[in-house]
T-cell receptor
Framework: DQQVKQNSPSLSVQEGRISILNCDYTNSMFDYFLWYKKYPAEGPTFLISISSIKDKNEDGRFTVFLNKSAKHLSLHIVPSQPGDSAVYFCAASTPRYKYIFGTGTRLKVLA | DGGITQSPKYLFRKEGQNVTLSCEQNLNHDAMYWYRQDPGQGLRLIYYSQIVNDFQKGDIAEGYSVSREKKESFPLTVTSAQKNPTAFYLC???????????FGQGTRLTVV
C-alpha cells in the first residue's frame, strides 16, 4: 500500500515558467514532509521541508504548500531553470523518524 | 568534512553469494537507513536503526540483514535469499526526531 504517492511520473516546463510538482499521502500520522532532488546514479539531495503544523514554507525559488485536509502537498519552483531538471521525490516522516518516499516525478525544464 | 560515505560505488556479485555494502557517517546522527531504488521506481525502505544495537525492518527487508554495532556504521548484507538484488542502494542518516535525512552517493549492485 503506497502511503506517499506522486501520480505524475514526468513533467515538462518552459524555462522561466512555474513548475508544480504534486504529492498525496494517506497516513495522518506523518508529521514532516520533505522534497528531495535526485540526479541519476547519485544520492538524493534535500531541497525543502514543511512541518505538519504549517501550510507553507518558502526558500528562494522553492515553495512547499501543505493541505492537511486534502492530504496533499505541492512543490512550486519559480522561475524554473534548466538546472532544475532532475527527479523530485516527495517524502514523509513519522514520529518514529522513518521516511517514506513517493515514486518520484521527472522534471524537464526546456530552454 | 562531515558526511555520509557509501562504498563501493559499483559492486558485482555472483548468484548465490552474500555481499556487504558499507555505510559510514561522521555527522553524529543517531538514526540510519537503507533504501533500494529500482529503475523508474521510488525509494523503498529496507531497514532502519534509531540507535546503536537496535534496528527495525522496513517494507522490503526479506533477503537482507543489517547490524548497528557503532553509531557511525550501518552495513547492509544482501544475502543469497534476496531473489532480485540488482538495484541502486542508498544509505541515509538523520538526527533523532530530526527533520531531513542526508544521503550517501549510493552503491549500484549488479548480480552476474
Amino acid at each position: 500500500d503506497q502511503q506517499v504517492k506522486q501520480n505524475s511520473p514526468s513533467l515538462s516546463v518552459q524555462e522561466g515558467r512555474i513548475s508544480i510538482l504534486n504529492c498525496d499521502y494517506t497516513n495522518s500520522m506523518f508529521d514532516y514532509f520533505l522534497w528531495y532532488k535526485k540526479y541519476p546514479a547519485e544520492g538524493p539531495t534535500f531541497l525543502i521541508s514543511i512541518s505538519s503544523i504549517k501550510d507553507k514554507n518558502e526558500d528562494g525559488r522553492f515553495t512547499v504548500f501543505l493541505n492537511k485536509s486534502a492530504k496533499h502537498l505541492s512543490l512550486h519552483i519559480v522561475p524554473s531553470q534548466p538546472g532544475d531538471s532532475a527527479v523530485y521525490f516527495c517524502a514523509a516522516s513519522t514520529p518514529r523518524y522513518k521516511y517514506i518516499f513517493g515514486t518520484g516525478t521527472r522534471l524537464k525544464v526546456l530552454a | 568534512d562531515g558526511g555520509i560515505t557509501q562504498s563501493p560505488k559499483y559492486l558485482f556479485r555472483k548468484e548465490g553469494q552474500n555481499v556487504t555494502l558499507s555505510c559510514e557517517q561522521n555527522l553524529n546522527h543517531d538514526a540510519m537507513y537503507w533504501y533500494r531504488q529500482d529503475p523508474g521506481q521510488g525509494l523503498r525502505l529496507i531497514y532502519y536503526s534509531q540507535i546503536v544495537n537496535d534496528f527495525q525492518k522496513g517494507d522490503i527487508a526479506e533477503g537482507y540483514s543489517v547490524s548497528r554495532e557503532k553509531k557511525e556504521s550501518f552495513p547492509l548484507t544482501v544475502t543469497s535469499a534476496q531473489k532480485n538484488p540488482t538495484a541502486f542502494y542508498l544509505c541515509a542518516s538523520s538526527i533523532a526526531g530530526g527533520t531531513e535525512a542526508f544521503f550517501g552517493q549510493g552503491t549500484r549492485l549488479t548480480v552476474v
